[in-house]
T-cell receptor, first 112, second 113 residues
Framework: DADVTQTPRNRITKTGKRIMLECSQT?????MYWYRQDPGLGLRLIYY???????NKGEISDGYSVSRQAQAKFSLSLESAIPNQTALYFC???????????FGPGTRLTVL | GENVGLHLPTLSVQEGDNSIINCAYS??????FIWYKQESGKGPQFIID?????DKRQGQRVTVLLNKTVKHLSLQIAATQPGDSAVYFC????????????FGKGTLLTVNP
């Protein structure tokens, strides 16, 4: 969905490096989410934010942090990347009082 | 249906046939369900949704059926086309006002020309 963009689309990094993944949306949505997808597994929620001053941990937040810089921007950081953080990362957004989430194109992260 | 291992369930159909993809959910309090399509290298794309006060909803070539008694959800795709080849997964809202979704692991649909 072109309304939700993620950068970079692909990234290869080394163990111990700090990595930031960025998400921007033009949908005007309040709520933003970061998910991780591993082969054969469902999407797992890392962090979510219901507005600029609201940050909540998801089911797998250890090793990650987030920043909601503005309504339209939500970034995910890996402070010290490790190989088992190799995965596809998706950002999603949803509107106020709605459940439907719209996803970005994803970032493929490889940690060597 | 759902898969607890590393390998996705797969469904292979001939072009033009109808496809039925199933999903079992576990939370009887879930009141909203979504089907997503994910093509290789892309993010999940919304297909259709249904609320728990309905048992059927139709879209363009797609129908979602909800059976709350057995906590089962299905996606029917009519006249399946090669462009329908993708991973399909369901998601449920566990109810309340948390607006968080729980996702299934998906089914790989392959359409043979």
């Amino acid at each position: 969905d072109a309304d939700v963009t993620q950068t970079p689309r692909n990234r290869i990094t080394k163990t111990g490096k700090r990595i930031m993944l960025e998400c921007s949306q033009t949908k005007g949505h309040d709520r933003m989410y970061w998910y991780r997808q591993d082969p054969g597994l469902g999407l797992r929620l890392i962090y979510y934010s219901f507005d600029v001053k609201d940050i909540n941990k998801g089911e797998i937040s250890d090793g990650y942090s987030v920043s909601r810089q503005a309504q339209a921007k939500f970034s995910l950081s890996l402070e010290s990347a490790i190989p088992n953080q190799t995965a596809l990362y998706f950002c999603a957004t949803s509107g106020h009082r709605t459940d439907t989430q719209y996803f970005g194109p994803g970032t493929r992260l490889t940690v060597l | 249906g759902e898969n607890v291992g590393l390998h996705l369930p797969t469904l292979s159909v001939q072009e033009g046939d109808n496809s039925i993809i199933n999903c079992a959910y576990s939370n009887s309090a879930s009141d909203y369900f979504i089907w997503y399509k994910q093509e290789s290298g892309k993010g999940p794309q919304f297909i259709i949704d249904i609320r728990s006060n309905m048992d059927k909803r139709q879209g363009q070539r797609v129908t979602v059926l909800l059976n709350k008694t057995v906590k089962h959800l299905s996606l029917q795709i009519a006249a399946t086309q090669p462009g329908d080849s993708a991973v399909y997964f369901c998601a449920e809202n566990s109810g309340g006002s948390n607006y968080k979704l729980t996702f299934g692991k998906g089914t790989l649909l392959t359409v043979n020309p």
